[in-house]
């Protein structure tokens, strides 16, 4: 048998451990756990962004504050558009775990950031881009 060969027993393992794989993705009874293949290599979209401006409630209309930028990148990739783009191509992102708290407008604009495509599971089904990251901060330019 060669260095780089397999033995007829880790062959026969390996053939049953794929069959039992198999079995178990296609089994539709109950049973304690069950195997799932998710297709793809991920899923959701996620930008990178420059923010333009900070909408705000008392002075803009909005019911919370929103950032509106610009996107710079895109995990699906060079061709493709992020969904929710306004009419002049900006995004509006939202705030859901206090990265804005203490930072100005003034603070904000022209900084970095990183949003994803998100829908709600109560209320109206109306996606929105969430914050997940923001470089607010000059050691982050």
Known sequence: MGENTLSDKAAAEIGKTVREVARRMMNEQPHRGRWQFHGGSGG???IWF???SVLCPAIDYVEETTLV???DWYT???SKTPP???DDGTYYVYDL???LNGLTPTDLVGTKGRATYHY???GECEPRWIIDDLCASAECA
């Open 84 to 86: 929710g783009a306004n």
């Open 50 to 52: 420059t923010i333009d």
């Open 69 to 71: 930028v610009t996107a």
């Open 120 to 122: 709600p599971l109560t």
């Open 76 to 78: 699906a990739g060079c």
């Open 44 to 46: 959701g979209h996620t």
């Open 97 to 99: 775990c206090s990265y």
